[in-house]
Protein backbone atom coordinates (compact mmCIF):
# COMPACT_ATOMS: atom_id res chain seq x y z
CA UNK A 1 0.00 0.00 0.00
CA UNK A 2 1.05 3.67 -0.36
CA UNK A 3 2.59 5.96 2.22
CA UNK A 4 1.64 9.93 2.03
CA UNK A 5 4.32 12.23 3.35
CA UNK A 6 3.42 16.00 2.42
CA UNK A 7 5.66 18.97 2.46
CA UNK A 8 5.91 22.53 1.43
CA UNK A 9 3.44 24.12 3.92
CA UNK A 10 4.34 27.22 5.48
CA UNK A 11 2.91 31.36 6.59
CA UNK A 12 2.49 33.43 3.58
CA UNK A 13 1.10 36.71 3.02
CA UNK A 14 -2.66 37.07 1.59
CA UNK A 15 -2.37 37.05 -2.42
CA UNK A 16 0.87 34.73 -1.93
CA UNK A 17 1.53 31.67 -3.68
CA UNK A 18 2.66 28.02 -1.87
CA UNK A 19 2.97 24.80 -3.86
CA UNK A 20 2.83 21.43 -1.98
CA UNK A 21 4.00 17.91 -2.34
CA UNK A 22 3.10 14.75 -1.53
CA UNK A 23 5.51 11.68 -2.07
CA UNK A 24 4.35 8.39 -2.59
CA UNK A 25 6.38 5.36 -1.59
CA UNK A 26 5.58 2.43 -3.03
CA UNK A 27 5.40 0.88 -7.03
CA UNK A 28 1.57 1.04 -7.03
CA UNK A 29 1.91 4.70 -6.85
CA UNK A 30 0.49 5.44 -10.43
CA UNK A 31 -2.66 3.45 -10.11
CA UNK A 32 -3.95 5.35 -6.95
CA UNK A 33 -6.27 8.64 -8.07
CA UNK A 34 -4.42 11.61 -5.61
CA UNK A 35 -5.53 14.44 -4.01
CA UNK A 36 -5.95 17.13 -1.31
CA UNK A 37 -7.79 18.14 1.25
CA UNK A 38 -7.67 20.43 4.26
CA UNK A 39 -9.20 21.17 7.58
CA UNK A 40 -9.53 24.27 9.41
CA UNK A 41 -9.61 24.60 13.20
CA UNK A 42 -13.11 23.75 14.58
CA UNK A 43 -13.72 22.63 11.04
CA UNK A 44 -14.68 19.60 9.41
CA UNK A 45 -12.16 18.25 6.68
CA UNK A 46 -13.26 19.20 3.48
CA UNK A 47 -12.13 18.59 -0.51
CA UNK A 48 -9.83 20.40 -2.08
CA UNK A 49 -8.47 18.79 -5.38
CA UNK A 50 -8.08 15.38 -7.26
CA UNK A 51 -6.13 14.09 -10.12
CA UNK A 52 -6.59 10.69 -11.57
CA UNK A 53 -4.33 7.97 -12.35
CA UNK A 54 -2.88 9.22 -15.70
CA UNK A 55 -3.30 13.01 -14.99
CA UNK A 56 -5.63 13.69 -17.65
CA UNK A 57 -8.70 14.62 -15.35
CA UNK A 58 -9.27 16.72 -11.86
CA UNK A 59 -11.51 17.89 -9.99
CA UNK A 60 -11.58 21.14 -7.73
CA UNK A 61 -13.51 22.31 -5.30
CA UNK A 62 -15.62 25.54 -6.11
CA UNK A 63 -13.75 27.54 -3.34
CA UNK A 64 -10.15 26.96 -5.39
CA UNK A 65 -11.22 26.97 -8.69
CA UNK A 66 -8.61 28.64 -10.79
CA UNK A 67 -6.57 30.06 -8.08
CA UNK A 68 -5.20 26.01 -7.51
CA UNK A 69 -3.86 23.42 -9.94
CA UNK A 70 -3.45 19.93 -8.99
CA UNK A 71 -0.79 17.96 -11.17
CA UNK A 72 1.35 14.56 -10.44
CA UNK A 73 4.72 13.43 -11.73
CA UNK A 74 4.19 9.60 -11.95
CA UNK A 75 7.75 8.70 -12.40
CA UNK A 76 8.79 10.76 -9.26
CA UNK A 77 5.66 9.18 -7.30
CA UNK A 78 4.46 12.72 -6.10
CA UNK A 79 1.60 14.66 -6.34
CA UNK A 80 1.59 18.80 -6.11
CA UNK A 81 -1.06 20.89 -5.33
CA UNK A 82 -0.22 24.91 -6.95
CA UNK A 83 -2.14 27.43 -4.85
CA UNK A 84 -1.83 30.92 -6.01
CA UNK A 85 -3.77 33.93 -4.64
CA UNK A 86 -3.91 32.25 -1.24
CA UNK A 87 -6.80 34.35 1.22
CA UNK A 88 -6.83 33.79 4.85
CA UNK A 89 -10.01 31.54 4.60
CA UNK A 90 -7.43 29.20 2.86
CA UNK A 91 -5.29 28.62 6.30
CA UNK A 92 -6.20 25.13 7.33
CA UNK A 93 -3.88 21.76 7.83
CA UNK A 94 -3.48 20.34 4.13
CA UNK A 95 -3.66 16.33 3.55
CA UNK A 96 -2.57 14.23 0.86
CA UNK A 97 -5.08 11.42 -0.08
CA UNK A 98 -5.08 8.29 -2.34
CA UNK A 99 -7.44 5.76 -3.37
CA UNK A 100 -8.24 3.36 -6.25
CA UNK A 101 -11.20 5.37 -7.14
CA UNK A 102 -11.98 8.45 -8.82
CA UNK A 103 -14.75 10.55 -8.82
CA UNK A 104 -17.77 11.53 -5.91
CA UNK A 105 -15.99 9.09 -3.70
CA UNK A 106 -12.98 12.28 -3.50
CA UNK A 107 -16.20 14.78 -2.76
CA UNK A 108 -17.77 12.62 0.21
CA UNK A 109 -14.47 12.10 1.53
CA UNK A 110 -14.22 8.59 0.83
CA UNK A 111 -10.43 7.59 0.55
CA UNK A 112 -8.44 4.99 1.37
CA UNK A 113 -5.15 6.47 2.70
CA UNK A 114 -4.16 9.81 4.23
CA UNK A 115 -0.84 11.54 4.75
CA UNK A 116 -0.07 13.22 8.15
CA UNK A 117 -0.88 17.19 6.85
CA UNK A 118 1.20 20.59 6.34
CA UNK A 119 0.17 23.34 8.13
CA UNK A 120 -0.73 26.49 5.63
CA UNK A 121 -1.21 30.08 7.25
CA UNK A 122 -2.23 32.93 4.93
CA UNK A 123 -1.92 36.65 7.07
CA UNK A 124 -4.21 39.05 5.36
Known amino acids: QVQLVESGGGLVQAGGSLRLSCAAS????????MGWFRQAPGKEREFVAAINWGASNSLYANSVKGRFTISRDNTRNTVYLQMNSLKPEDTAVYYC?????????????????WGQGTQVIVSS
Open 97 to 113: AADNSYGSNWYARIVDR
Open 26 to 33: GRTFSTYA
